[in-house]
């Protein structure tokens, strides 16, 4: 049973272009979370999805930054026209049910690195 | 919103000292605690984690205490070996809000030989 899986992990982009960071789920789980982790700190909240709806994107930049998490296939987190400050690692995590009381798996991270 | 701080941000033990890394928060409604280990490049990982209705679990060589009153947790490492260096993170959370986790800072563990 594959864990989260996260692609891709090294991400490089120039400063204005788009970047797609991938998450698929583990086996079985509906509901996918990303975080975002700046060099030497702690793992910010952006946005948790059920299939087909966003929960609670109470985390995410107003602009620039979205998320889906399509019927079929993997949640997408996309960012658009970057700048240095999106350089950072992005985890997605993934459970079976939505109770804060049952804990969570990330997946490996991409790290984004904007040029 | 919950905050949660994380104290030291860096430790640095003997093989087979204790560690210990405390954590305090917020909300007076989160009831859960997770903590999790991450390895260079690697993702986080859920090493033990503790509800509000517990004052103390313990697996294997990882204990981790809940004080709900003084709102603060704290994760023991005991013997430690150089296989437990990394970053460690404390998280806390409000049952059935989804599943939002409110991490501290880190605390970079090194064991030395």
């Known amino acids: 049973n594959a864990g989260v899986m996260q692609n891709p992990r090294h991400l490089v982009r120039r400063r204005g272009q788009e970047a797609r960071l991938r998450c698929s789920p583990m086996k079985g789980h509906s509901h996918v979370y990303w975080y975002r982790q700046l060099p030497e700190e702690g793992l910010k909240f952006m946005v948790y999805l059920q299939k087909e709806n966003i929960i609670d994107e109470s985390g995410m930049p107003k602009e620039r930054f979205s998320a889906e998490f399509p019927k079929e296939g993997p949640s997408i987190l996309r960012i658009q026209q970057v700048v240095r400050g999106d350089s950072a690692a992005y985890f997605c995590?993934?459970?079976?049910?939505?109770?804060?009381?049952?804990?969570?798996?990330f997946g490996s991270g991409t790290r984004l690195t904007v040029v | 919103g919950e905050n949660v701080e994380q104290h030291p941000s860096t430790l640095s033990v003997q093989e087979g000292d204790s560690a210990v890394i405390k954590c305090t928060y917020s909300d007076s409604a989160s009831n859960y605690f997770p903590w999790y280990k991450q390895e260079l490049g690697k993702g986080p990982q859920l090493i033990i984690d503790?509800?509000?209705?517990?004052g103390e679990k313990k697996d294997q060589r990882i204990a981790v205490t809940l004080n709900k009153t003084a709102k603060h947790f704290s994760l023991h490492i005991t013997e430690t070996q150089p296989e437990d260096s990394a970053v460690y993170f404390c998280?806390?959370?409000?049952?059935?809000?989804?599943?939002?986790?409110?991490f501290g800072t880190g605390t970079q563990l090194k064991v030395e030989l």
């Open positions: 998280a806390a959370s409000i049952g059935g809000g989804g599943n939002k986790l409110t």
């Open positions: 995590a993934s459970s079976r049910e939505p109770d804060a009381l049952l804990g969570y798996t």
């Open positions: 503790i509800r509000s209705n517990v």
